[in-house]
T-cell receptor, first 114, second 114 residues
Framework: ELKVEQNPLFLSMQEGKNYTIYCNYS?????LYWYRQDPGKSLESLFV?????AVKQEGRLMASLDTKARLSTLHITAAVHDLSATYFC??????????????FGKGTKLSVKP | EAGVAQSPRYKIIEKRQSVAFWCNPI?????LYWYQQILGQGPKLLIQ????????DSQLPKDRFSAERLKGVDSTLKIQPAKLEDSAVYLC????????????FGPGTRLTVT
């Protein structure tokens, strides 16, 4: 059974602290995505990771991919309240040259408190 | 650039009724996706179109769900008859093509079945 597991599912942080969200998956894939979702809103693309060892950074967020370990991480540096949202990782399980068949994790609900 | 448009934004129906959702992708995007997002979970892919052809509908409950994209642009997703467990947000997303990976999501339609 294909699984994409995120942990933790709930994360309460203080402003200024660092933390890492983990995304483990059970199938072979070298394409992984991170999305952000604010309450009642749609999904916003954060990072697209397309190869083993890929690392991308945007502001206080940094994502990495280890395809051999089937693991991606989303690292938060010096959290601020505006980062409060639910973060999803999604693994692309497409084959044969096509893309876009994504399996999403359950999401990590992040709350950053002053 | 206009984003992915969806309507209606909210719909409340009784079980056994039928309902239809509409999606207009970003102009020029050949690939269109429909997802179901149940409260507290990540989105689940229902169907993927490339132009007006179906690429993957393996997770679409075909006894009650149907989708079409007749002219390769707009798409409709229909549920007939609806069940209580169909209560969810239905998200439409689009991308440039099968080989171009980034998906852009619409605002979603929140369906409540009573």
């Amino acid at each position: 059974e294909l699984k994409v597991e995120q942990n933790p599912l709930f994360l309460s942080m203080q402003e200024g602290k660092n933390y890492t969200i983990y995304c483990n998956y059970s199938t072979t894939s070298d394409r992984l995505y991170w999305y952000r979702q604010d309450p009642g809103k749609s999904l916003e693309s954060l990072f697209v990771l397309l190869s083993n060892g890929a690392v991308k950074q945007e502001g206080r967020l940094m994502a990495s991919l280890d395809t051999k370990a089937r693991l991606s991480t989303l690292h938060i540096t010096a959290a601020v309240h505006d980062l409060s949202a639910t973060y999803f990782c999604a693994v692309d399980i497409s084959y044969g040259g096509s893309q876009g068949n994504l399996i999403f994790g359950k999401g990590t609900k992040l709350s950053v408190k002053p | 650039e206009a984003g992915v448009a969806q309507s209606p934004r909210y719909k409340i129906i009784e079980k056994r009724q039928s309902v239809a959702f509409w999606c207009n992708p970003i102009s020029g995007h050949a690939t269109l996706y429909w997802y179901q997002q149940i409260l507290g979970q990540g989105p689940k892919l229902l169907i993927q179109f490339q132009n007006n052809g179906v690429v993957d509908d393996s997770q679409l409950p075909k006894d009650r769900f149907s989708a079409e994209r007749l002219k390769g642009v707009d798409s409709t997703l229909k549920i007939q008859p609806a069940k209580l467990e169909d209560s969810a947000v239905y998200l439409c997303a689009s991308s440039w093509g099968l080989a171009n990976y980034e998906q852009y999501f619409g605002p979603g339609t929140r369906l409540t079945v009573t």
